[in-house]
């Protein structure tokens, strides 16, 4: 019988994933980074379509990850108005977009070789 190992980081991700969704985000994405960059294990890249919109998604993945789990973001990077927001939770990148930005800066092809976590 074969041994299935838990991935904690991967659960994290999903975790970051499903509040991401529980606040409409839009085309969210989860790319499995750890055999093509020591950057970080996992990026989740979704979009808000407006300033107040990127908040309230990186707000709700931040206090689910420090209510649940005690974890805080290793760094918080743009602001709403920026249109770009990242939070760095070390392994798990997340990158919140406005849509038009995604579209410029393009990380999904970017990373294109990454596989999608379902």
Known sequence: MKHIRSNPTLTLAKLCREAALDKKADDVILLDMRSISAVADYFLICSGNSEPHLKA???????????????????????????????????ILIHIFHPELRQRYALEQLWGDAKRVR
């Open 57 to 91: 998604i990186a707000d709700e993945i931040t206090r689910r990850l420090r209510t649940d789990h005690g974890i805080r973001p290793n760094g918080r990077d743009g602001f709403p108005a920026s249109r770009w927001v990242v939070l760095d939770y070390r392994d």
